[in-house]
């Protein structure tokens, strides 16, 4: 059974940060492509970052500069630190696993305060 958990949300000032964490079971996250979505009220799911299997990565043009993905393979986890935050960051985020099959996290809430 597949499970990935995100922890690491929280209420912030703006230009503060925080680090979440996706860690997963039932999967290899170093075969896998990596990804952190995010969804605000009234919105749609967006892509912020991912990671695919060789170490490529990818963002979103809002996010660029502030964010950063990795991924821990010794602990099989994969980590979204977040500078520099602003209010319109304030979204539920999620942790995606794709490759043969599409895993997704319940989700945590990352709340910028003005």
């Known amino acids: 059974q597949v499970q990935l958990v995100e922890s690491g949300g929280g209420l912030v000032q703006a230009g503060g940060s925080l680090r979440l964490s996706c860690a997963a079971s039932g999967i290899i996250v170093s075969i896998y492509a990596m990804g952190w979505y995010r969804q605000a009220p009234g919105k749609q799911r967006e892509l912020v970052a991912r990671i695919s299997w060789n170490g490529n990565t990818d963002y979103a043009d809002s996010v660029k500069g502030r964010f950063t993905i990795s991924r821990d393979n010794a602990k099989n986890m994969v980590n979204l630190q977040m500078n520099s935050l602003k209010p319109e960051d304030t979204a539920v985020y999620y942790c995606?696993?794709?490759?043969?099959?599409?895993?997704w996290g319940p989700g945590t809430q990352v709340t910028v305060s003005s």
């Open positions: 995606n696993a794709f490759r043969w099959s599409e895993y």
